[in-house]
Each structure stands twice: as C-alpha cells, then as structure tokens.
C-alpha cells in the first residue's frame, strides 16, 4: 500500500503531466484547424496552397488566421465552397471524436495511462 505522501506526490506528477498535455494539445489543435481550413480551400482551388496560414503564438493563441478570403469567396459567388471551407474543421472534429468513441467503446485505452495517451 502507498504511503499518503507518495499518492500525493503521484498526484500532483500526474496532474502536472495532464495540464502540459493539454497545453501542447490546445497548440496542436490551432495548428490542425487553420491548416484544416487552408488544405480544403486549396483542395478546392481557392488558394494557391495550404501553407498561407499566418501563424500566431502558440503559447496564448492568438494572432492564427487560415488565411481564406471568405468576403470575396461570397462576392464571386462560391458561397457554398466558402461553407464547406469554414466548417471543414468541425466535421475533421466530428471524425476524430467518432473514431474516439469507437475505440474507447472497444476497450482500446487501458487504464490511466492508456487513456491519457488515447487522449
């Protein structure tokens, strides 16, 4: 049995594990959603490559844009390719979500660091 001083201890690694890969995961999943957005609008011709995203901190999170000009997207007429751009990283979500419920409903993670790792 663990002594009360190494479950805390243990604890608090843990919680310290947990809030750095959540950090990480936040940065990554900025750069996964603009870079979503910029891969379907130059999939469909609207850019002239996916790299033109302008890139912003990852540590707070603020200055990223896909870079997509959805106010002349509209004004062209490709409004519905201007809808698929923007919500394109949503049904990316959408799948990765669904395919994480699969695997948990499988028993994939098992676990507290299965899990975390599935995270």
């Known amino acids: 049995m663990m002594s ?21 995961l936040q940065s ?22 996916p790299w033109g995203i302008r890139w912003g901190n990852p540590l707070t999170l603020r200055g990223w844009d896909e870079g997509g000009a959805y106010a002349s997207l509209f004004a062209s007429g490709h409004g519905r ?21 699969c695997g948990i409903r499988r028993g994939i993670p098992r676990g507290k660091w299965g899990v975390h790792w599935f995270f």
């Open 28 to 49: 990554a999943l900025v750069v996964m959603h603009e870079f979503t957005h910029s891969t379907v609008a130059w999939l469909l011709g609207y850019m002239p490559n």
């Open 4 to 24: 009360s001083h190494s479950v805390r201890r243990s604890t608090a690694e843990y919680g310290c594990l947990v809030l750095v890969t959540f950090a990480v």
């Open 81 to 101: 390719g201007a809808a698929i751009v923007g919500v394109s990283p949503l049904v990316l979500y959408a799948a990765i979500v669904t395919l994480g419920l």
